[in-house]
């Protein structure tokens, strides 16, 4: 009895270790959500705005362009994942991972080639395990990005969209991340940054409360609108890339703080269990030196009354 009441006790303590990591953690990560959120906050002003700059721009103008116009015939798509650096946030990455191996399984059903672009530790992970080939990959910052991160994962796929798929180059340009709707829900979504769909692009911001059928103003180019998109075409897909690594930086904020919580809540729970257990084995232990203290007491009285006859 002894000894499993040392293992109960022992399991109670690694236990209580593990707990107070797990609410470290939990509080870390809901600290960090909050900054998350208001650079998300931050962020979009100027991303709705290029958007509608691009827009008009498109709009007003026949110029043929990487940015607006759609291939007849693509062959060639890119896709960017982005995931987490760190694990212990439930199924935040698992579920930007499953949602990139449906974009890709519709992508080449289309007869397209894919090429994969990751960002963060466990996407490069999954590919790696598998062996598949990663066009480039990119990891270090995915808990807290920069405007200087969403510029360098921006360059090669910006470079890949300009060059001809003969050389290389792709079609379209779609990227998959972990949108943040509240604390407690955030969803893998996916989505084609390039060709920019202006219809698309009407529809959002008319459901972000826009007026519909709203009149874009009219521009003068100088030299001409070719320039303007290709002066705008880095800008707009860094400043797409930057909102969603600030947006999947907040969800896996928040994807760690609910697994976190989850796991200081299992280990309070499985503490308790164990000390009911180490209480029963002890109050055994009681009971049987209890018994044996009674059954030597009774057997020296049967020992003295029998010498005594």
């Not at 600290?31 to 962020?43: D, G, L, M, T």
């Not at 909102?243 to 499985?270: C, F, P, Y």
Request: no cysteine; net charge neutral.
């Amino acid at each position: 009895m002894g000894a499993q009441l040392r293992v109960y006790k022992r399991r109670i303590r690694a236990v209580t270790a593990t707990k107070k990591i797990t609410k470290a953690m939990e509080m870390i990560a809901a600290s960090r959500i909050v900054k998350a959120q208001r650079k998300v906050a931050a962020s979009m002003p100027y991303a709705n705005e290029l958007t509608r700059a691009v827009t008009a721009v498109a709009t007003g103008s026949n110029t043929k362009h990487a940015l607006t116009t759609e291939v007849e015939t693509p062959v060639r798509a890119a896709v960017l994942l982005i995931t987490s650096d760190r694990g212990l946030a439930g199924g935040y990455s698992s579920n930007a991972i499953k949602q990139a191996e449906r974009l890709t399984e519709r992508l080449r059903g289309e007869g397209k080639e894919v090429d994969t672009y990751i960002v963060g530790r466990k996407g490069l992970a999954y590919f790696g395990f598998r062996e598949r080939k990663v066009a480039e990959s990119w990891t270090g910052f995915t808990d807290s990005p920069a405007y200087a991160d969403a510029k360098r994962v921006a360059e090669p796929l910006i470079e890949a969209i300009q060059t001809e798929t003969a050389e290389g180059g792709v079609d379209e340009l779609h990227i998959i991340y972990t949108e943040f709707v509240s604390m407690m829900t955030q969803s893998a979504v996916d989505g084609r940054m390039l060709p920019l769909s202006l219809d698309k692009v009407a529809e959002t911001e008319t459901s972000a409360g826009g007026a519909k059928g709203e009149i874009l103003p009219l521009f003068d180019f100088e030299p001409s609108a070719e320039d303007v998109l290709d002066a705008l075409l880095p800008r707009y897909v860094e400043s797409r890339i930057y909102n969603a690594l600030l947006q999947s930086a907040a969800s896996e904020h928040a994807a760690r703080r609910r697994a976190m919580k989850s796991a200081t809540d299992n280990a309070g729970d499985l503490i308790k269990s164990l000390s009911r257990l180490a209480n029963a084995a002890r109050q055994a232990e009681i009971t049987q030196e209890i018994s044996e203290i009674v059954g030597g007491a009774s057997a020296m009285a049967d020992a003295t009354a029998g010498s005594d006859k």
